[in-house]
Nanobody, 128 residues
Framework: VQLVESGGASVQAGDSLTLSCKVP????????VGWFRQAPGKEREGVSC????????YYSDSVKGRFIISRDNAENTVDLRMNNLNPEDTARYYC??????????????????????WGRGTQVTVSS
Protein backbone atom coordinates (compact mmCIF):
# COMPACT_ATOMS: atom_id res chain seq x y z
CA VAL A 1 0.00 0.00 0.00
CA GLN A 2 1.52 3.31 -1.07
CA LEU A 3 0.80 6.50 0.80
CA VAL A 4 2.15 9.88 -0.29
CA GLU A 5 2.29 12.90 1.99
CA SER A 6 2.67 16.49 0.84
CA GLY A 7 2.43 20.02 2.17
CA GLY A 8 5.29 20.19 4.64
CA ALA A 9 7.14 23.49 4.90
CA SER A 10 9.08 25.86 7.11
CA VAL A 11 6.75 28.41 8.73
CA GLN A 12 6.62 30.94 11.56
CA ALA A 13 4.90 30.44 14.90
CA GLY A 14 1.22 31.26 14.58
CA ASP A 15 1.04 30.29 10.93
CA SER A 16 -1.22 27.63 9.44
CA LEU A 17 -0.36 24.74 7.16
CA THR A 18 -2.30 21.93 5.49
CA LEU A 19 -0.80 18.49 4.97
CA SER A 20 -2.33 16.08 2.49
CA CYS A 21 -2.11 12.30 2.26
CA LYS A 22 -2.96 10.43 -0.92
CA VAL A 23 -4.26 7.01 0.07
CA PRO A 24 -5.42 3.95 -1.90
CA UNK A 25 -9.01 3.96 -3.09
CA UNK A 26 -11.35 3.47 -0.20
CA UNK A 27 -13.49 0.36 -0.45
CA UNK A 28 -16.48 -0.61 1.62
CA UNK A 29 -14.06 -1.67 4.34
CA UNK A 30 -13.58 0.77 7.20
CA UNK A 31 -10.05 2.14 7.59
CA UNK A 32 -8.35 4.32 10.12
CA VAL A 33 -6.15 6.91 8.47
CA GLY A 34 -3.83 8.68 10.81
CA TRP A 35 -1.32 11.47 10.97
CA PHE A 36 1.68 10.83 13.17
CA ARG A 37 4.77 12.87 13.86
CA GLN A 38 8.27 12.25 15.05
CA ALA A 39 10.69 14.88 16.26
CA PRO A 40 14.44 14.20 16.54
CA GLY A 41 15.19 12.09 19.59
CA LYS A 42 11.52 11.45 20.33
CA GLU A 43 9.15 8.58 19.75
CA ARG A 44 6.60 8.67 16.97
CA GLU A 45 3.28 9.91 18.31
CA GLY A 46 -0.28 9.91 17.03
CA VAL A 47 -1.56 13.37 16.17
CA SER A 48 -4.97 12.74 14.63
CA CYS A 49 -6.92 9.94 13.01
CA UNK A 50 -10.13 9.59 11.05
CA UNK A 51 -12.40 6.70 10.15
CA UNK A 52 -13.02 6.48 6.41
CA UNK A 53 -16.54 5.09 6.78
CA UNK A 54 -18.22 7.45 9.22
CA UNK A 55 -15.72 10.28 9.66
CA UNK A 56 -15.20 9.77 13.38
CA UNK A 57 -12.08 11.66 14.45
CA TYR A 58 -9.50 11.56 17.20
CA TYR A 59 -7.01 14.24 18.26
CA SER A 60 -4.17 14.12 20.70
CA ASP A 61 -4.36 16.60 23.56
CA SER A 62 -1.42 18.55 22.18
CA VAL A 63 -3.26 19.48 18.97
CA LYS A 64 -6.91 19.43 20.00
CA GLY A 65 -8.56 22.71 19.06
CA ARG A 66 -5.76 23.66 16.63
CA PHE A 67 -5.65 20.84 14.07
CA ILE A 68 -8.49 19.55 11.91
CA ILE A 69 -8.44 16.24 10.05
CA SER A 70 -10.73 15.65 7.09
CA ARG A 71 -11.22 13.09 4.36
CA ASP A 72 -12.28 13.29 0.74
CA ASN A 73 -13.43 9.84 -0.29
CA ALA A 74 -13.86 10.90 -3.93
CA GLU A 75 -10.26 12.13 -4.16
CA ASN A 76 -8.86 9.48 -1.79
CA THR A 77 -7.12 12.05 0.36
CA VAL A 78 -6.92 12.78 4.05
CA ASP A 79 -5.88 16.31 4.99
CA LEU A 80 -4.56 17.73 8.24
CA ARG A 81 -5.19 21.43 8.67
CA MET A 82 -2.78 22.78 11.29
CA ASN A 83 -3.55 26.17 12.81
CA ASN A 84 -1.65 28.32 15.27
CA LEU A 85 1.52 26.30 14.85
CA ASN A 86 4.23 26.53 17.49
CA PRO A 87 7.86 25.34 17.59
CA GLU A 88 6.80 22.22 19.52
CA ASP A 89 4.95 21.10 16.37
CA THR A 90 8.25 20.80 14.51
CA ALA A 91 8.59 17.20 13.34
CA ARG A 92 8.40 14.89 10.39
CA TYR A 93 4.76 14.08 9.79
CA TYR A 94 3.70 10.69 8.52
CA CYS A 95 0.45 9.33 7.17
CA UNK A 96 -0.59 5.75 7.88
CA UNK A 97 -3.57 3.49 7.19
CA UNK A 98 -4.93 0.40 8.86
CA UNK A 99 -8.24 -1.52 8.75
CA UNK A 100 -10.35 -0.53 11.72
CA UNK A 101 -11.22 -4.03 12.86
CA UNK A 102 -12.80 -4.05 16.32
CA UNK A 103 -10.47 -1.49 17.85
CA UNK A 104 -11.60 1.97 18.83
CA UNK A 105 -10.12 4.75 16.73
CA UNK A 106 -8.58 6.41 19.77
CA UNK A 107 -6.76 3.23 20.77
CA UNK A 108 -5.38 2.81 17.27
CA UNK A 109 -4.28 6.41 17.01
CA UNK A 110 -2.41 6.37 20.31
CA UNK A 111 -0.34 3.38 19.17
CA UNK A 112 1.57 3.75 15.89
CA UNK A 113 2.58 0.08 16.14
CA UNK A 114 -0.95 -0.91 15.06
CA UNK A 115 -0.46 0.69 11.62
CA UNK A 116 1.21 -1.45 8.98
CA UNK A 117 1.24 0.91 5.96
CA TRP A 118 3.13 4.20 6.08
CA GLY A 119 4.18 7.03 3.84
CA ARG A 120 7.69 8.47 3.80
CA GLY A 121 6.70 11.62 5.64
CA THR A 122 6.85 15.34 5.11
CA GLN A 123 8.85 17.82 7.22
CA VAL A 124 7.21 20.62 9.17
CA THR A 125 9.48 23.18 10.80
CA VAL A 126 8.07 25.99 12.92
CA SER A 127 10.29 28.89 13.90
CA SER A 128 9.60 31.21 16.83
Amino acid sequence: VQLVESGGASVQAGDSLTLSCKVPEFTSKDYAVGWFRQAPGKEREGVSCISTSDGVTYYSDSVKGRFIISRDNAENTVDLRMNNLNPEDTARYYCAIEPMGLSALSRLCRSPIFFASWGRGTQVTVSS
